[in-house]
């Protein structure tokens, strides 16, 4: 089928509906054109031509809850954080917080002075995913009890990744945004899961170093599906590009600034950048936070730490907390006197 001509729709099954019910609509449909997104969701794709017929057709059909279009959130893109910063909103927010999570004591002398900087949420890596096996791995459930405590002790929202499905149940309970690492931009199964978890939390999705801007936003598609299939209303997730691998080795990957730019023109989800991953060298993160803002980026998560000289992950690029203060000032300024944009 000619993808230009085709529509999808996406046929969400009611819980009482039984395997025969679903597969026997998959094979009525043709299988090569269905796919399914755990059991109760099925994506068909349909020429765009018989898209109402089809949409009256499956509605009416036994055991089907509602039928969809993609993407079809009724609900506004821009996140909004249980402290009450919106990420997606035209204003830029900052998520700020060390790599790894090393210590309450850590977490909370920087989560106190990031706040007062400005930073919306916080972040730290409780579960690491390093490419050697001999690195830190991070704290694991101890790293999330710190971030919670964190949280209670400022109010900062906390931002945390997760890299194993297995693990989204415990992850879930402690965070209030689900990070999505580089690394794992195409565990497919992790993306569905994370879109579809019980707990609601958005997802912060971050581009592989070695993905097209399609594949990202296919990536993206896998959570957006596991929203659609609990039945959300809104997309709960935020796009982050952190920097892909090219011939340009003078910095850790190469922040691809126009990548931000075409992402705000191809979807209505927020997008955030990564300075940090991206510079490997704090000497420029500032310089690229600053490139990304003026890119139109929503927001940016940025590495901080109080020594980053004995940070047990990524200390090299690692802002420490005056630092930090002092690109949230300039960033202030450049906004504030940026004049009718
Ligand atoms: C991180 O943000 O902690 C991280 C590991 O980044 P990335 O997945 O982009 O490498
Ligand atoms: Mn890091």
């Not at 919306?120 to 101890?142: C, D, H, N």
Request: overall charge neutral.
């Amino acid at each position: 089928m000619n993808p230009m001509s085709s529509a999808i729709l996406l046929v969400r099954f009611r819980d009482d509906a039984g395997p025969e019910t679903c597969s026997a609509l998959a094979g009525r449909l043709g299988v090569d054109r269905c796919r399914w997104h755990g059991s109760r969701l099925l994506c068909v794709q349909i020429e765009e031509s018989s898209r109402e017929g089809m949409l009256a057709e499956l509605r009416g059909t036994a055991g089907v809850r509602d039928v969809l279009t993609a993407p079809d959130f009724p609900g506004p893109s821009a996140v909004r954080l249980p402290n009450g910063a919106v990420i997606g909103d035209g204003s830029l927010s900052v998520i700020a917080g060390p790599c790894s999570v090393e210590s309450a004591a850590q977490l909370c002398e920087i989560a106190a002075s990031v706040r007062e900087a400005g930073a919306a949420a916080l972040r730290g890596g409780a579960f690491k995913a390093r490419t050697s096996p001999y690195s830190f791995g991070g704290l694991g459930e101890k790293g999330l009890e710190c971030l919670a405590l964190a949280r209670e002790k400022t109010g900062l929202p906390v931002v945390t990744e997760v890299l194993d499905a297995q693990d989204l149940d415990l992850v879930a309970r402690f965070a209030d945004v689900l990070q999505i690492g580089s690394r794992n931009m195409q565990n497919t199964p992790l993306l569905f899961q994370a879109g579809s978890h019980a707990s609601g939390k958005p997802v912060i999705l971050k581009r592989g170093f070695a993905a097209t801007i399609e594949e990202f936003l296919q990536a993206a598609q896998y959570v957006l599906l596991g929203r659609l299939s609990a039945g959300r209303r809104e997309p709960g997730l935020i796009l982050c590009e952190r920097g892909i691998r090219t011939p340009c080795d003078a910095t850790r990957f190469t922040l691809d600034v126009g990548a931000i730019a075409v992402l705000q023109t191809r979807t209505d989800l927020p997008v955030i950048a990564d300075p940090s991953h991206a510079a490997g060298d704090r000497r420029y993160v500032a310089p690229l936070a600053r490139a990304a803002a003026a890119a139109g980026a929503d927001g940016l998560l940025v590495e901080v730490h109080p020594d980053p000289a004995q940070a047990w992950s990524d200390g090299p690029q690692c802002l420490d907390l005056r630092a930090f203060a002092q690109l949230m000032k300039g960033l202030r300024i450049e906004r504030s006197e940026q004049p009718c944009l």
